[in-house]
């Protein structure tokens, strides 16, 4: 093998050159849920933070508007969050240099405690930013006596 481009195929043909167009995958044919088709699932970003009145989920989910987003409530305690990302329509005359933006489906599932109300969940989005609330239940403080001591 050369490391020198071939001029007959139009292609770099050595896999230790590192400007070979041809790139060997070894994950190819391995099944796994982090295929191509769900690559948007693995770079959703969500923070989870709990409050003293509530647990507050946020999900970055730049260009998605809240008609491609869906909060559902599994379980009585499991909240989950899914959308997809539409693929961009190709133009026939368009030239794509290069494409880094994910598309596909993506599913988050968060089990939260028992301590929550999620007859009351809220979810509100705004400038890409997905924040899901859940009241926390309040936690009534024991009545505490005090007792006389005799003697």
Request: charged residues 35%.
């Amino acid at each position: 093998m050369s490391m020198i481009p071939s001029f007959f195929s139009g292609q770099r043909s050595n896999i230790f050159d590192p400007f070979s167009l041809n790139v060997w995958d070894p994950f190819k044919d391995f099944p796994t849920q982090f295929s191509k088709e769900n690559s948007a699932f693995v770079n959703t970003s969500i923070d989870w933070k709990e409050t003293p009145e509530a647990h507050v989920l946020k999900a970055d989910l730049p260009g998605l508007n809240k008609e491609e987003v869906k909060v559902e409530v599994e379980d009585d305690r499991v909240v989950r969050i899914s959308g997809e990302r539409k693929i961009e329509k190709e133009d026939k005359n368009d030239t794509w240099h290069r494409v880094e933006r994910s598309s596909g489906k993506f599913v988050r599932s968060f089990r939260l405690p028992e301590n929550v109300k999620m007859d009351q969940i809220k979810a509100a989005m705004e400038n890409g930013v997905l924040t899901v609330t859940v009241p926390k239940v309040e936690v009534k403080k024991p009545d505490v006596k005090a007792v006389e001591i005799s003697g």
